[in-house]
């Protein structure tokens, strides 16, 4: 089955950095790349999501790459601000509809 | 439209207490799914459902049962609580024509 690597498991950031979490993935067949925030308390919520027929998709400061050769794909947030602090997860899914996930990335954002 | 509902919200069991976790989507979606989240082991799959009537294992299956009577509502049940199964559940919907995961807002149980 699918096995998802996701580095790093926490990262620091000042305020208006840019913040990289990366996540390697084993399935050739996978072709479903989403990226999920959670909020502390909080349900998992979709932010962005790249398709295996494309290499990089944008949505205002955050960003996706994808690198089908390698296997692997990034989470790119510019101009970090603290309510992006939460702890995000990769996932990798094929035409089954069953994702596997990362172990998360817990980012914090200091002021 | 509610999205996803899981109830309860919150749960105290003994050992080798029963119980049942209860997930309804309100979006006619076909595929549904129960994970745990433990800290540092990102979401795990337990169970899923590709459709009314049918359930499969995921990657923890074991101590947990699951039933999808209607499409609408999937059960997690536990037969015989374990204090290893002390987490928080989440049950997601997904509609066959997208990959997108909409999440319950999660139960938080513990086990004594």
């Known amino acids: 089955g699918e096995n998802v690597e996701q580095h790093p498991s926490t990262l620091s950031v000042q305020e208006g950095d840019s913040a990289v979490i990366k996540c390697t993935y084993s399935?050739?067949?996978?072709?479903?790349f989403p990226w999920y925030k959670q909020e502390l308390g909080k349900r998992p919520q979709l932010i962005i999501d790249?398709?295996?027929?494309?290499g990089e998709k944008k949505d205002q400061r955050i960003a996706v790459t994808l690198n089908k050769t390698a296997k692997h794909f990034s989470l790119h947030i510019t101009e970090t601000q603290p309510e992006d602090s939460a702890v995000y997860f990769c996932a990798g899914s094929g035409g089954s509809y069953i994702p596997t996930f990362g172990r998360g990335t817990s980012l914090i954002v200091h002021p | 439209n509610a999205g996803v509902t899981q109830t309860p919200k919150f749960r105290v069991l003994k050992t080798g207490q029963s119980m049942t976790l209860l997930c309804a989507q309100d979006m006619n979606h076909e595929y549904m799914y129960w994970y745990r989240q433990d800290p540092g082991m990102g979401l795990r799959l337990i169970h899923y459902s590709v459709g009314e009537g049918t359930t499969a294992k995921g990657e923890v299956p074991d101590g947990y049962n699951v039933s999808r009577l209607k499409k609408q509502n999937f059960l997690l049940g536990l037969e015989s609580a374990a204090p290893s199964q002390t987490s928080v559940y989440f049950c997601?919907?997904?509609?066959?024509?997208?990959?997108?995961?909409?999440f319950g807002p999660g139960t938080r149980l513990t086990v004594l």
């Open positions: 399935d050739s067949a996978s072709n479903y």
């Open positions: 997601a919907s997904t509609l066959w024509t997208s990959n997108e995961q909409f």
């Open positions: 790249i398709r295996s027929n494309v």
